[in-house]
């Protein structure tokens, strides 16, 4: 009799790690989450204590396990999915060296600058990788840190990755010591032709191969793991892969043409372009959505630094709103009239634009600009900086979108969502569920562990559709007043 009944998923993001147990069917039966603290310093510097973020997940096993009485034997496999650009670097015995560099951060600006005042290498970089040269990945991360942090420690032992393979490395003690291609692909240091590790470019960056981990495929074997001893027996991990490629899995598109957003604390606005790679020439980034098998499936890609975290914004540092299932009611109470407009560039602008030095901006504003009109402003920079990211991937796809599948958190607001709708011209599907990154990787987990049939199994999702309603006139003001406020936040540069 097969006793082997459940998958486990655990997504590691920017906030917390989530942990799901799913079924034989693909249905979540429960989850646990755990918060970690997020550690700012006076210069602004962001950073995550890896070790923290490890004994939440041993908490967490043990918790599930405790309250649903689980045993190790009926667990099938695991999926992992992570925050994908914040960096780590760990001793032989998978103590963090220092806390990790989280993928908000750009205390590793002056190393892009650097390395940018050589046009050659800034070429070959994106050429090479699909990726604009950015302190945002973690190639001038791990340089930072070699640089830093990382200093005194003897390079023999150290070892320098993404979350993925950090967690990857404790939850084996340190057997496995690898990473997933779309992970990988983020780096700035893969080629993404070969998916492997680019010699050239660990040149450049100053990174020996030696500290940088295995590539494996997004459904390869990335070892086994009791949970240091909570579970009777070991768990196949069977899948990896960066959040935002694994929700774009969950999504179900796996074809060419197919694309999501996800929102979070910042949003990924993913479009799988095949198995073509397609470098981008509007500002977006060119990566991997997954290797499965030994298939690569490439994307374009546009990331935004705040979108999720504006609305955190307006309740923990203005207090506008003490939760956001306030915003919906107060985007609809606003006086259609104001022209309020919020860039929300407080680390600099992202995709398409690329810019670091600017602020963030409010303009537009009168006497009767009120609460509610700064709360829809701020939701209404979400849509905008999506659709500036839209504009330019159709350009670069050079095919119209004709639908785009959401989730995040975010994706319940339905003004938000009509109005993303409205601002692309295209039809908007909701998923209902907010665990896409978790879903993503734990569906290709049960696939790989023969627990799932690929065909059946994404029939769980339900979703919730919205169409273009906006008149022509109205979205070309709109979309002309945030363009000029983009502009006016840029002159400040």
Known sequence: MDTQKYILGIDQSTQGTKMLLFDKNGKIITRTDRPHRQLVNKAGWVSHDMDEIYRNIISEIKELTETLHIRGGEIAGIGISNQRETTAAWDENGRPVCPAVVWQCGRAASIAQQTGENPDAARQIQSVTGLPLSPFFPACKMRWLLDHDCKDTDIRKLHLGTVDSYLVYRLTRGRVFATDASNASRTQLMNLDTRCWSQDLCEIFHIPQSVLPEILDS???????????????????????????SALYGQKCHQAGEMKITYGTGSSIMLNTGSTKTLSSHGLAASLAWSISGRADYVLEGNINYTGAVISWLKDDLG???????????CAAANPEDTTVIVPAFTGLSAPYWENRVHAGIFGMSRTTRKAELVRAATDSIAQQVTDVF????????????????????AKNPYLMQLQSDLTGTAVNACETEELSAIGTAYLAGITAGLYDEKNVFENLAYHCYSPDMAAETKKKKRDSWKAAVSGVMQYA
């Open 219 to 245: 459904n390869g074997y990335f070892g086994e793991t009791d949970f240091d001893g909570v579970l009777d027996k070991k768990v196949p991990i069977c899948s990896v892969m960066g959040d935002s490629h």
């Open 320 to 330: 506008l709103i003490s939760s956001a299932g306030e915003v919906n009611a107060l």
């Open 391 to 410: 504009e330019a991937m159709e350009l670069d796809f050079a095919r119209p979108v004709q639908e785009v599948r959401t989730d995040g958190g975010p």
